[in-house]
């Protein structure tokens, strides 16, 4: 059974940069489409960005546009998210999420349609 381990959270100043990694583990992610969210204590779970299974299609929201990137290379079973310019409000605990899709071009933010869940990796953006 397919599950997702992330790794790569820490700490880091404001304007400093981390990139997270979501890899396979008993399985493969290769017919899943892949999002990133994350979640601060007594708030919803937020996506941030979502990679369709052939990686030709990305979504962000306006809040991390410009300053994350989600990639993923098949060949290794990994998706990941680089985060560039950092902010205090990023910090969160981040969380990869798979769904398999027939639609080579499918992500959604959306945590409804998610199956798949890591056990998520703290970010804590502070001087």
């Known amino acids: 059974q397919l599950q997702l381990v992330e790794s790569g959270g820490g700490l880091v100043q404001p304007g400093g940069s981390l990139r997270l990694s979501c890899a396979a583990s008993?399985?493969?992610?290769?017919?899943?489409?892949i999002a990133w969210f994350r979640q601060v204590p007594g708030k919803e779970r937020e996506g941030v960005a979502c990679?369709?299974?052939?990686?030709?299609?990305?979504n962000y929201p306006d809040s991390v546009k410009g300053r994350f990137t989600i990639s993923r290379d098949n060949s290794l079973d990994t998706v990941y998210l680089r985060m560039d310019s950092l902010k205090p409000e990023d910090t969160a605990v981040y969380y990869c999420?798979?769904?398999?899709?027939?639609?080579?071009?499918?992500?959604?933010?959306?945590?409804?349609?998610?199956?798949?869940w890591g056990q998520g990796t703290q970010v804590t953006v502070s001087s």
């Open positions: 999420a798979g769904r398999t899709a027939s639609n080579n071009r499918w992500c959604t933010n959306n945590v409804d349609y998610f199956d798949t």
């Open positions: 990679i369709s299974k052939d990686g030709g299609n990305t």
């Open positions: 008993g399985g493969t992610l290769y017919y899943s489409a």
